[in-house]
């Protein structure tokens, strides 16, 4: 299913954090109590933000029987300024894209309790995991689920860890929890030749020293998608520090009942449009399921996928479809279009006008991307679609010393010629080098480069040009820096 809701939220928690450990110094451990007596939970668990957000951390302690306390003068820090500062009350400020441990710590009877959860900052992209990223005890299982936004193709996905000592990954995105520490899963969608990648933040907390009634809850299943108006029910299980399962009542919560509601069975009704979290909780500790709700009418952008050269530009087009039938709505014709707007120069790499034609920033940064995202009027913000666009990577510009005979080069191609990713994506380029008498050059010492080898690459002695992603490519063919000439490679699906 698709919103545009999942692709520019993008908060994705999964389940609490909650860990305690003692001060590096031992003669106060000693004396302190705290330790022995109380948890520290972090309430937002595992987050994934966009650049231009923020959010807000809480906490709060658990005593030994199960009683929720207050978490006063909790200081916060993460561990890397670089990517996302937090100051005291808890607020998180954006410097750049990248993970984050956000880590509270509080001092009670002589004792330092600390928690950590993981924080990722991202652009939005073509598809999404939820969970977004997993905070959670080892010897657990959980399933990722990959959700494209652009139904105009069947990706394929690859799954990998970056420490599978810590949590490993299968080829089918379930997640195995192993041991204490912290690792990135990476899930990557292949779709047409073209690529993207998902990070999902993991980080697995260590055994619970202190008998607390419950240790965790799971609810099951950790995430749902589903349209307007239907249902779905979660169970949860709590579990005590011996990881047996313990009876309890569970309070069931929503996050934001004008999306999904929940009743005291763990039913959950979608009531409106975007993402909300429902919170199962017993003795103090939650659990959480993400629920995303998708609107009834879809939109597909095209091309799903493309590369734009610094200072070009790319006219997109949208269609409406009915999300359970995929028809087409033929009276929906007209769209908003919109490129989002960080704050941050190195994201905010273009523009687009009312007509869906983007235009790349002359000094816009090669590899860096965005999403396109067209909406249907006077509808919900979420009903929209999106397309993924990059500025592209040159291939070098090297004519290398050339030969001082060669006055002209014309290519036999002509000014432009098409290739397609799926069938007839090579071509030879026939260049021909002649000198100021128009007499053919027998050894002109041609090069030949791409501003665009996203689109397509070429080989710089032979001119044998490959189609790599859809887009548009200019060839150049030079000899040093007597003579050149172009064409324009167009590359679709």
Known sequence: MITLKKMIAGI???LLCFTACKKENDEKDEEGTGAANYVLVIDNGALTLKPDESVSYTAHLIDKSGNVKEAIGVKWSTNNSGVATINASGLIAVVASGVVNVKAT????GSTLTAEAPLQIRMPSLFTVVPGGIVFVAGETIQLETVFFNAGGTPTYTFSSDDASIASVSNTGLVTLIKAGSTLVHVKATINGKESEVLVPILVVGEIKISLPVTKVKV???SSDLFKNDQVTLTAKAYDVNDAEVSTPFSWT???????SVDNNGVVTATGIGSVYISATAKGISGMAEILVSPDTIVIVEPMMISIAAGGNKTFTAKAYNAKTMTQITNITQFNWMIPSYGFSMFDIGTVDANGKVTIKGDAMPGMSSVVIATVPGASEYVGGAALVSVAI??????GTGNPDVATITIAQGSSANLSIMG???LSLTATAKDANNNVVANPALKYHSDNIGAANVDEN???VTASGPGTAIITVCSGGYATAQITINVSF
């Not at 929503?254 to 999904?260: F, H, V």
């Open 106 to 109: 509080v001092e009670i009877e």
């Open 462 to 464: 032979t001119g044998v």
């Open 254 to 260: 929503s996050a934001d009942a004008s999306i999904a």
């Open 220 to 222: 099951t299943p950790p």
């Open 12 to 14: 994705l928690p999964l």
């Open 394 to 399: 040159s291939g070098g510009s090297d004519c």
């Open 424 to 426: 007839g994506n090579q």
